[in-house]
T-cell receptor, first 110, second 111 residues
Framework: DAKTTQPPSMDCAEGRAANLPCNHSTISGNEYVYWYRQIHSQGPQYIIHGLKNNETNEMASLIITEDRKSSTLILPHATLRDTAVYYCIVRVDRDDKIIFGKGTRLHILP | SAVISQKPSRDICQRGTSLTIQCQVDSQVTMMFWYRQQPGQSLTLIATANQGSEATYESGFVIDKFPISRPNLTFSTLTVSNMSPEDSSIYLC????????FGQGTRLTVV
C-alpha cells in the first residue's frame, strides 16, 4: 500500500503558485520523498525528490517539514501545461520500486 | 537520463489471445519494473524484473498470466496471456535510477 496521503483534486489559477500537500506520517529515517506527475496519456515524469532539506530545481520546489511527516510541492508559476495527476511517493533509494497512491489531480484554470 | 522505447504503443486484441510488450532501454540498467494502469486509475506494480533471475511479482499478479523475460540489461518483455476484457489497460515499463524513467506505455484493448 502507498505510504502517502494526498487530496484527490485541486484547482489553481494560471500564473499563480500551485501548492500540493502530501502527508507521509509513517516515513522512515532513510526514506526519500519523491514527486512525479502524469500528464494525460503519458508515462509518469520525475519532478523532484528530497530527504530532509528543501529542494529546488527548474521545475519545482519541495518543502519538507522538520519532522518529515509531510511535504509540499510548489509549482511557482503554474501554466495550463501543468494540468496533470501529481504523485507523492516515499522510497528508500533510487533502485527501490515505486508504489503509487491515488495522487492529486491538479487543474490549472485559465 | 534513460530513454525507454515501448512497443507496441497500442493494440486491439481478441479475448483468449496473448500479447507480448517489449521495453528497450538505451543504457544498461539493473532493475526494470512493469506497471498496469486501468482506466481512470493509478499505476499498479505488476512485477520487478532483474537480469539473470526470475521476476518478482506483486500480490495479485502471477507468472502464468504475466510472464516476463529479462534476457539482458537493456531489454525486457511482458506477456499478457489468455486475455479478457478486464485486461484492457495501459501497461508501462520503467527503469530504476535517480529519476526512475517510464516508457510511454502500451494501450491495450481486449474485445
Amino acid at each position: 500500500d502507498a505510504k502517502t496521503t494526498q487530496p484527490p483534486s485541486m484547482d489553481c489559477a494560471e500564473g499563480r503558485a500551485a501548492n500540493l500537500p502530501c502527508n507521509h506520517s509513517t516515513i522512515s529515517g532513510n526514506e526519500y520523498v519523491y514527486w512525479y506527475r502524469q500528464i494525460h496519456s503519458q508515462g509518469p515524469q520525475y519532478i523532484i525528490h528530497g530527504l530532509k532539506n528543501n529542494e529546488t530545481n527548474e521545475m519545482a520546489s519541495l518543502i519538507i517539514t522538520e519532522d518529515r511527516k509531510s511535504s509540499t510541492l510548489i509549482l511557482p508559476h503554474a501554466t495550463l501545461r501543468d494540468t496533470a495527476v501529481y504523485y507523492c511517493i516515499v522510497r528508500v533509494d533510487r533502485d527501490d520500486k515505486i508504489i503509487f497512491g491515488k495522487g492529486t489531480r491538479l487543474h490549472i484554470l485559465p | 537520463s534513460a530513454v525507454i522505447s515501448q512497443k507496441p504503443s497500442r493494440d486491439i486484441c481478441q479475448r483468449g489471445t496473448s500479447l507480448t510488450i517489449q521495453c528497450q532501454v538505451d543504457s544498461q540498467v539493473t532493475m526494470m519494473f512493469w506497471y498496469r494502469q486501468q482506466p481512470g486509475q493509478s499505476l499498479t506494480l505488476i512485477a520487478t524484473a532483474n537480469q539473470g533471475s526470475e521476476a518478482t511479482y506483486e500480490s495479485g499478479f502471477v507468472i502464468d498470466k504475466f510472464p516476463i523475460s529479462r534476457p539482458n540489461l537493456t531489454f525486457s518483455t511482458l506477456t499478457v496471456s489468455n486475455m479478457s476484457p478486464e485486461d484492457s489497460s495501459i501497461y508501462l515499463c520503467s527503469v530504476a535510477g535517480p529519476s526512475t524513467f517510464f516508457g510511454q506505455g502500451t494501450r491495450l484493448t481486449v474485445v
